[in-house]
């Protein structure tokens, strides 16, 4: 999927919603449990009602490799079905992966090839031979680690060097260098909305993947306010607070209450953008 | 496994190998290719042919998922056929996760209780959280990112605060403070020889895993000269250089033949070191 494909469906559906489908299995509604394969009958459920508020879903690897060789089917026929039936939406494989460049290679023909996800999100510690084998793909992106949402951001991605520049800030500036925002992407955690004007200083026309809004705290109107660009440019997501919503029979009825009311909030602020009429 | 019953293998064996199943589906010897898992039994025989010489075994997770659920089967067979039979074999699983906690949770999940890896590679990028859910697990270590050995390194790890500390020293000096040496160990490259009596004044007591020997260009007498301590400290990772030595008929033999020739060299250092007699 290109950038300007990527804003066209969030024009239409006048939202820039992205579902994380962290799909915990201990977390599922009991009456899945009895079903073949659990786990996808789940996100099937919760793509079905969220699908026409949403631009993007993120299934979390972590919570299909918990599964083992039962998680990854799990995976591989929920890719498939958001590919069939969705084939606009975007699909971000948070995977955080990066390793020495024949290895990313390899994560790269994994995520892209195989399983025909739209992005991956990388841990940037490596450097560019771990990130540049994801860019040779066309019309994929890789979505950078930059100031993550949680606690442990703090420990290393305000590491400051003499010039008062931070790691993050160097992350940013180092590695746009090598692809431009028709490929690169950033995550940046709604928690660190204050700091988004200056990174848009540093990536202005880079989309921004933002989690951390709904159970990590985060707020959709201070994201918005400090970093929204002439195209949005960010992709804002929330897993736990939609898919798990309820966990009971009417999970997806009300997954669909709260991706809805997202979806109107930032309809609201599309309209004040100028972004849509 | 412990850090002493580690030590005491390395005694027995007279080794600090770790051999890298980074077993690329693209290079087996051809005459596996037909059988019903090419990788699987590359692996048997790369294990059998080496294991007196080895003290650990390293599947690089790239190479396994990149095959998507038939990779993960190989993974699963590879794991259990070292633990049944070379039960004393240090088990690391290559996959440089790292994510807010509830999600690297889950990844402790899968390498740990699943999988039953003895340790597992971390990314430090996203901090505590992200590396504290593996600590949770008795007599297993997690083996964060310090200093690595590709090009890349130089683009992040040596980004320097005011006090002329970089940041791999900055990821050394922080989490040390999150566990200690029976649970935590580092990476650092084999090309980063010159650094490693740097990083033994930050962390002598940790076991290093050192990567980069063979097709990186690694010195084995350097890293030994600048980072061995009182019970060696060093697990010095081979891939390609040994599996990958051969990809005819004969490639076990070849493989043993390196392990060999390594592991002699090796033999000789501990002697010197007194850690052997």
Same mark, same amino acid.
């Given at each position: 999927?290109?950038?300007?494909?990527?804003?066209?469906?969030?024009?239409?559906?006048?939202?820039?919603?992205?579902?994380?489908?962290?799909?915990?299995?201990?977390?599922?509604?009991?009456?899945?449990?009895?079903?073949?394969?659990?786990?996808?009958?789940?996100?099937?459920? /919760? &793509?079905? @009602?969220?699908?026409?508020?949403?631009? %993007?879903?993120?299934?979390?690897?972590?919570?299909? *490799?918990? +599964?083992?060789?039962?998680?990854?089917?799990?995976?591989?026929?929920?890719?498939?079905?958001?590919?069939?039936?969705?084939?606009?939406?975007?699909?971000?494989?948070?995977?955080?992966?990066?390793?020495?460049?024949?290895?990313?290679?390899?994560?790269?023909?994994?995520?892209?090839?195989?399983?025909?996800?739209?992005?991956?999100?990388?841990?940037?510690?490596?450097?560019?031979?771990?990130?540049?084998?994801?860019?040779?793909?066309?019309?994929?992106?890789? /979505? &950078?680690? @930059?100031?993550?949402?949680?606690?442990? %951001?703090?420990?290393?991605?305000?590491?400051?060097? *003499?010039? +008062?520049?931070?790691?993050?800030?160097?992350?940013?500036?180092?590695?746009?260098?090598?692809?431009?925002?028709?490929?690169?992407?950033?995550?940046?955690?709604?928690?660190?909305?204050?700091?988004?004007?200056?990174?848009?200083?540093?990536?202005?026309?880079?989309?921004?993947?933002?989690?951390?809004?709904?159970?990590?705290?985060?707020?959709?109107?201070?994201?918005?306010?400090?970093?929204?660009?002439?195209?949005?440019?960010?992709?804002?997501?929330?897993?736990?607070?939609?898919?798990?919503?309820?966990?009971?029979?009417?999970?997806?009825?009300?997954?669909?209450?709260?991706?809805?009311?997202?979806?109107?909030?930032?309809?609201?602020?599309?309209?004040?953008?100028?972004?849509?009429?």
């Amino acid at each position: 999927m290109t950038k300007q494909e990527l804003f066209n469906q969030l024009v239409t559906k006048k939202s820039f919603l992205c579902v994380g489908l962290d799909s915990d299995y201990n977390k599922l509604p009991k009456h899945l449990l009895n079903l073949s394969d659990p786990i996808f009958e789940f996100n099937k459920n /919760i &793509i079905d @009602a969220t699908a026409q508020y949403t631009i %993007a879903y993120k299934p979390n690897l972590a919570f299909y *490799e918990s +599964n083992g060789i039962s998680g990854w089917q799990s995976l591989e026929k929920t890719v498939k079905y958001i590919k069939e039936k969705y084939p606009e939406i975007f699909l971000i494989a948070d995977a955080k992966r990066g390793d020495i460049g024949n290895t990313s290679k390899m994560y790269a023909k994994a995520f892209f090839e195989n399983l025909n996800f739209d992005a991956i999100t990388v841990a940037p510690y490596m450097g560019e031979d771990s990130v540049t084998p994801f860019l040779a793909y066309p019309n994929k992106f890789v /979505i &950078i680690l @930059a100031l993550t949402s949680n606690k442990g %951001a703090n420990d290393f991605q305000f590491f400051t060097n *003499e010039n +008062n520049e931070r790691l993050y800030e160097k992350v940013l500036k180092t590695s746009k260098t090598w692809g431009n925002s028709d490929n690169i992407m950033y995550v940046v955690g709604a928690t660190q909305a204050q700091m988004l004007s200056e990174i848009r200083k540093i990536v202005p026309n880079h989309f921004l993947l933002v989690p951390g809004v709904g159970a990590q705290g985060g707020s959709l109107q201070e994201v918005s306010k400090y970093g929204i660009n002439s195209e949005c440019g960010l992709i804002v997501n929330s897993s736990r607070g939609i898919i798990f919503a309820d966990t009971t029979a009417d999970f997806a009825v009300k997954a669909e209450f709260e991706a809805k009311k997202i979806q109107q909030e930032m309809e609201e602020i599309l309209l004040k953008n100028s972004l849509i009429k």
